[in-house]
């Protein structure tokens, strides 16, 4: 399928290139701060319907596809997004204001997630077969044969992410794991970016029409925010997957609530991530145990990507030491000499102007240092800023625990353990919490440190730091509400794909009638649990 | 400790005895229709509040105990169980009007499932283990070393259920899924049958003295529903476990999404458990594909514990065949020569009743078979009764759908494959369906009647009958809703422990500092996946 200019701004219902029939929007630069002509249309309700009525009916067909076949799709989407080249690119860089670099690397994140998935259906383990062949002879009850797998949930609508504007977004973490696990998704596009999402959804409907897949696999929808909350109230839909703000959220959570069938909203929201220092982590004068070390790394993760990552640090608890002054200086003298750069678009960058501002002025609450260069444009460009506070204005303040999505950090310095510890226990759910200590420090002290930050978090990083996440098999990027509406799942990585599906279990079957995974023979040649132990054995008939 | 009458009627906060400071109330003797003499006192909220306290209190230190420590714990109450002896059935027997056989065997399943999840502690993969080592040489970025697994949400809820006593109930599959996930556990009792559920908290809290664990691991409360709901309601609580109807089910879940944070509600509520009969199943004149066969056999299933199985099969669907005949009569006669019997309680007996009457009512649906004994006592005994009706009927009335909890089922002739299909399109989600065909009905067919009933329930028979639920790896015991509130799980067999965990991370940590499952030597010797594969070796460090 060619990309032409005529097809870079129309939806997909199914296979079919729609022009919609709602409000009219245009794509916005920010890094020169202008509209860019393309329009774009939203679709109407009823057009969004018929998307999701298209997935309900490829469903079953979809569902029953062989893993090889899924994961040649996935393979192909994965070249084709390749196949659109520098145009791909341009276009992402132009709607999101991130440098070529970034997203260059983000495409490749994008794609390898894709390979990564079809590389889990081959392997084929994941769908946790479970087998209890019959025991006709067993006393007092005789057994039936039970085979268990994990089957898919059915449609899933994905909200694509402003921040990634590739892997978070049509072609991202959700809809690759759902495609993966066999359920036809349904995107809904981020205004920040919709030639990207537009394009995207192009290399997917070829990679589609290419592997043979039902009509109706993938959808992608323009839509106004009331027509995104009706797909996810559609009877038909059975999992949301979104990344992106608390209110956004929750407010998807309050409409599958209100759903005679409730379903599993996948929404990764807001999170704080915090990075605690204890002295002895940085007592050294030099090294990676120095409070100059340390404090450099974290002014480069706070100001990594203009702060947009989901895992950026945005609180710092210091137990005060002799160091406390050295680390707060090498921070200031970093966060000084970084640069504002563009951020994502001027919404993002409006609020987190407000979000700094509503902090700074709070009573107590310090600017320990700013970028020195001022924004060129300070409606599109975000400028670095660290402020800095004691516990006690920290535990009186509830908004200083909350989100400022940017550039920004809030240095809470402890004088006591025990101040410390009260931080950290009022803490809300995280993606991440970070810990710098030496290994005495954590089994010597009367406080369970990494206890305290596991019930808080979905990662716990001893050291290093948080922004930065590896897609692979041991990943978690999830946590204890409200980093995400549900801690029971990672949107990050191949356990990723476990959000999309439900145990089943065949009883009795013919053998012939059974999946391809549960069968007699193990054709599939994958690990399976057959009364309690796993083997890539076959079962007797 | 001993089982004495001064304290078969108290709650247990933690390890301590308590008599509640709320109403007080009897138990019932339902085949006796009288209460009993002890008296129960119901907790206030303060004291359920201490429950809840006490549970996040102990959260921390049981979560970190090795697998074999909760093993050893699971293992004491099961001996604590079987030590309370006779008291303990006779008791049961008396508070639920089950017979003795039926008790007696459902200890055995009580005791079998605690020790069921003691070897999944012992043998250990359940958790998931995953690993990537680091990779500092990787380009163009280096790999930090990452672990993850399962680890407990924290304290859970559970609701003991009316219809088994003691294999759903105080130490019931919930229990013992949610304390070997390492979760502490407050158990509100079912005021059905208080003093079982009393002797059995005593056997818990007997085991959690004996082995040493955390005290607040367990509580069990005799409780009102305004307590029950506040216990769902408080922060701390982080799952619920509930077996029972769907109007009590539904309205923890709406506590559950009314709270700050959401938390998953496992409330396995209402089924009737399409049992579907194509004409190839039953065409022959005798053996198993006979209508004199199946239908035998159907007849058993309704009646069996006088119908009150969340699995009994309370719609078949016939599609019209020359054998129709045959298996109505055969039905009828089993039916008519049946029993009634003592139902659990009088609510439930009243709801039966009621529940057949506003069918029976109905224009168009026929009884087809009633038992010929009329009930002893009709306020406590329930009379099996089979309806009947056409698929038009069927399709007009909402009403018949729905679950009528008894010995009772409505059979809804098809006159055409379509009529069929179009009534098993219009079913909510359930626990189970049953088809009977030959293999080549269902594999050259027009209608893909796997995937239609797959769509509907969480375990499809081919063949047998649906009562009966084996406790083992691969049965799934869960459902699309509203058969329950998350179809995400099974609430039978090991499988059940996946509801009360979420994944965890530790990024770069010391290898002492991890738990025993993520060691580099696997010093637990569990089936871990490293990059992928899975592997019973260690880890290079």
Known sequence: MSITQQSLNVSFIGNKPTSGDGNLFHAFAPARHENLADEFANVSPEQANQAIEKAAAAFPAYAKLTPAQRADFLEAIATEIEDLGDELIERAVLESGLPTGRISGERGRTTGQLRLFANVLREGSWVDARINPALPDRTPLPRVDLRRMLIPLGPVVVFGASNFPLAFSVAGGDTASALAAGCPVVVKAHPSHPGTS??????????????????????????????????????????????????????????????????????????????????????????????????????????????????????????????????????????????????????????????????????????????????????????????????????SSSALSEEVFGPTSLIVVCETEAELVECLTTLEGQLTATIYATPTELTQSETDWVSLLQAKAGRVLFGGYPTGVEVSEAITHGGPFPATSDSRSTSVGTGAILRFVRPFTYQSFPNELLPLALQNANPLGIWRNVDGKLTQSSVGS
Do not use: W
């Open 198 to 395: 537009s394009l995207v959804g192009q290399a997917i409907v070829a990679a589609a029409l290419e592997t043979g897949m039902p009509d109706g696999v993938f959808s992608l929808l323009h839509a106004d925010i009331d027509v995104a909350q009706q797909l996810v109230a559609h009877p038909a839909v059975k999992a949301v997957g979104f990344t992106g703000s608390r209110a956004g959220g929750l407010a998807l959570l309050r409409v599958a609530q209100e759903r005679t069938e409730p379903i599993p909203v996948y929404a990764e929201m807001s999170a704080v991530n915090p990075f605690v220092v204890l002295p002895g982590a940085i007592s050294q004068d030099t090294g990676p145990n120095s409070a100059v070390t340390v404090a450099a790394g974290l002014a480069a993760s706070i100001t990594l990507g203009v702060g947009q990552f989901c895992t950026n640090p945005g609180l710092v608890f210091l137990l005060d030491s002799p160091k406390t002054s050295v680390f707060l200086e090498t921070l200031t003298e970093k966060i000084r000499s970084s640069a504002p750069a563009t951020m994502l678009n001027a919404g993002i960058c409006r609020n987190y102007q407000k979000g700094v501002q509503q902090n700074r002025i709070i009573p107590g609450v310090h600017v320990l240092a700013e970028a020195d260069v001022d924004a060129e444009d300070s409606q599109t460009q975000g400028r670095p800023i660290v402020l800095s506070t004691s516990a006690a204005i920290f535990l």
